[in-house]
């Protein structure tokens, strides 16, 4: 690995295979998330770059170069924020799993618990900024 001439050295990080595995395999789930319904894409990118800052330079760079993965990181690092679009899909898909919970759960009450965690999570989502328009844009 190397690092810029006017870049700290890299320091010594406790449990960096712990790191390390937290990020490839919560990259994993990220990628079997973009065609499994109801297991979310967003959240396990933005914890795989969390641990691959602490884990692996190399992957973090590579998340941060990618053009899917990448500004979606970079918006969050910065600013904490979510795209317009990212939250659309996300409620989207939250409802979307919501009724095939209330279709197929045993009791009600398991759908009822389901669908009230994912509301909360969307409330939250969309009180999160969004990213700044580009300059020009």
Same mark, same amino acid.
């Given at each position: 690995?190397?690092? &810029? $001439?006017?870049?700290?050295? $890299? !320091?010594?990080?406790?449990?960096?295979?712990?790191?390390?595995?937290?990020?490839?395999?919560? +990259?994993?789930?990220?990628?079997?998330?973009?065609?499994?319904?109801?297991?979310?894409?967003?959240?396990?990118?933005?914890?795989?770059?969390?641990?691959?800052? !602490?884990?692996?330079?190399?992957?973090?760079? !590579? +998340? +941060?170069?990618?053009?899917?993965?990448?500004?979606?990181?970079?918006?969050?690092?910065?600013?904490?924020?979510?795209?317009?679009?990212?939250?659309?899909?996300?409620?989207?898909?939250?409802?979307?799993?919501? &009724?095939?919970?209330?279709?197929?759960? $045993?009791?009600?009450?398991?759908?009822?618990?389901?669908?009230?965690?994912?509301?909360?999570?969307?409330?939250?989502?969309?009180?999160? $900024?969004?990213?700044?328009?580009?300059?020009?844009?």
């Amino acid at each position: 690995m190397t690092t &810029a $001439p006017d870049s700290p050295p $890299p !320091r010594k990080v406790r449990f960096r295979w712990a790191w390390w595995l937290l990020a490839y395999a919560s +990259l994993a789930l990220g990628i079997v998330g973009i065609v499994v319904p109801g297991l979310p894409t967003v959240p396990f990118v933005l914890l795989s770059a969390f641990a691959a800052a !602490r884990g692996s330079q190399k992957l973090h760079d !590579r +998340l +941060l170069a990618d053009p899917r993965f990448g500004p979606m990181i970079r918006d969050w690092q910065a600013h904490g924020a979510v795209s317009r679009r990212a939250k659309r899909l996300a409620v989207s898909m939250m409802a979307a799993c919501a &009724a095939i919970m209330f279709l197929t759960a $045993p009791r009600w009450w398991m759908a009822a618990t389901g669908t009230a965690i994912m509301t909360l999570v969307a409330i939250w989502l969309w009180r999160r $900024p969004e990213p700044p328009s580009p300059p020009g844009a």
